[in-house]
T-cell receptor, first 116, second 115 residues
Framework: EAGVTQSPTHLIKTRGQQATLRCSPI?????VYWYQQALGLGLQFLLWYDEGEERNRGNFPPRFSGRQFPNYSSELNVNALELEDSALYLC???????????????FGQGTRLTVV | AQTVTQSQPEMSVQEAETVTLSCTYDTSESDYYLFWYKQPPSRQMILVIRQEAYKQQNATENRFSVNFQKAAKSFSLKISDSQLGDAAMYFC????????????FGQGTRLTINP
């Protein structure tokens, strides 16, 4: 069974540009979560999508946005990139719904975004 | 809002010995879940162990066990018979049982295994 896959592995962008990161969840998982892991910091929750809708959002500016497609894959878009957006962006997927809190969330290997 | 605190940025242990990583959290909820994740250099987060808050019995997974103290809001991870492959960043995480199902992570503890 394929795990959570993220692309690209590395991405280098110039300040002010836009970045698009992609995530394919494990088959059968309807929930996708995005986290930002800046250097030396823990993971900060960005966005949660389930069944194609944004369910929850972390404390990030509106230039961080995304969407979930009918096949449950997801995109994270970061507009007007700033130097401090440089980080590892991790995607996770899980089952959702009642009682899903205990369910294991599977993580991808991340996209390393560097803004220069 | 819930917060998770890991007060040990770095820990080291001799191979085959036991090490305990600390984690405390703050929440007003009574029903939640706690997790320990491992992040090796490959960057992929791997679930090590999980605990349901309503269960008093501490979770164990082979060499990994937790000491869950609900009243103290403490959730430490004990690794027995440490192996070189245990070297990684370890993150403690909290997840509400209702509402937003996001994971709230601590800052992490870098564990080094000395041969």
């Amino acid at each position: 069974e394929a795990g959570v896959t993220q692309s690209p592995t590395h991405l280098i962008k110039t300040r002010g540009q836009q970045a698009t990161l992609r995530c394919s969840p494990i088959s059968g998982h309807t929930s996708v979560y995005w986290y930002q892991q800046a250097l030396g910091l823990g993971l900060q929750f960005l966005l949660w999508y389930d069944e194609g809708e944004e369910r929850n959002r972390g404390n990030f500016p509106p230039r961080f946005s995304g969407r979930q497609f009918p096949n449950y894959s997801s995109e994270l878009n970061v507009n007007a990139l700033e130097l401090e957006d440089s980080a590892l962006y991790l995607c996770a997927s899980s089952l959702a719904g009642q009682g899903a809190g205990m369910v294991k969330a599977f993580f991808g290997q991340g996209t390393r975004l560097t803004v220069v | 809002a819930q917060t998770v605190t890991q007060s040990q940025p770095e820990m080291s242990v001799q191979e085959a010995e036991t090490v305990t990583l600390s984690c405390t959290y703050d929440t007003s909820e009574s029903d939640y879940y706690l997790f320990w994740y491992k992040q090796p250099p490959s960057r992929q987060m791997i679930l090590v162990i999980r605990q349901e808050a309503y269960k008093q019995q501490n979770a164990t997974e082979n060499r990994f066990s937790v000491n869950f103290q609900k009243a103290a809001k403490s959730f430490s991870l004990k690794i027995s018979d440490s192996q070189l492959g245990d070297a990684a960043m370890y993150f403690c995480a909290y997840r509400s049982a209702r509402g937003a199902q996001k994971l709230v992570f601590g800052q992490g503890t870098r564990l080094t295994i000395n041969p």
